[in-house]
């Protein structure tokens, strides 16, 4: 563990050092202690973040531990209230509506002048755009591969300028080519 550089590399440092093939509880415990020892308590990830770098390493993991310890994590954040059912990305329309009250919510922390609601708000963005990116995503959503990159891409825009997310969605469903990719002959 010497010569261990970065956060990730520990992280999959000790996964290894663990040899588990399978992730759940009691690993992902163990790299947060890692973490928060060498890196300090700031730098431990959420449990979904290091459970998605295992499985791209290639660790098996046990969806309901994982869910379960994420779930206690979140009722016990300070924001829990706010980004409870605030996301909903298992399609199009509701990947829409989540990124409204999104917006909603950013607005509503950039006039509190809440620096952590909004760096709360923009790691789950993150977070969410990396899983609908990846293909091992943790979460389960059937959506087909076109679907999720274009949410994917939704979420990238509201990241780099959610003032103008709005106006971009209405120009990019309007388009030909999204027309083209999402919608079928009875929605025309």
């Known amino acids: 563990m010497e010569t261990v550089r970065n956060k ?25 202690t890692a973490v928060r020892e060498r890196f300090g308590p700031q730098a431990v990830d959420p449990v979904m973040s290091i459970a998605r770098l295992l499985a791209d390493e290639g660790a ?21 209230a706010e980004f409870r059912n605030l996301f909903d990305f298992t399609g199009l329309e509701p990947s829409r509506s989540s990124l409204r009250r999104m917006e909603n919510l950013r607005r509503k922390f950039s006039a509190q002048n809440d620096r952590e609601g909004l760096r ?22 059937p959506l087909p591969e076109l679907v ?18 709005e106006a971009w969605i209405d120009m990019r469903q309007a388009s030909a080519k ?7 002959a009875k929605d025309q």
């Open 148 to 165: 999720r990159k274009e949410i994917a891409e939704w979420l990238t825009i509201w990241l780099g300028s959610p003032e103008v997310f």
């Open 120 to 141: 709360l708000l923009r790691q789950f963005a993150i977070e969410e755009k990396d899983d609908l990116m990846s293909s091992t995503g943790t979460r389960l959503r």
């Open 8 to 32: 990730t590399d520990l992280i999959i440092d000790v996964w290894e050092r663990l040899d588990c093939e399978s992730v759940g509880r009691i690993e992902i415990e163990a790299i947060e």
């Open 178 to 184: 999204y027309a083209e990719n999402f919608l079928t």
């Open 60 to 80: 098996e993991l046990r969806h309901s531990e994982l869910m379960e310890l994420h779930v206690e994590r979140e009722e016990n954040r300070p924001y829990a």
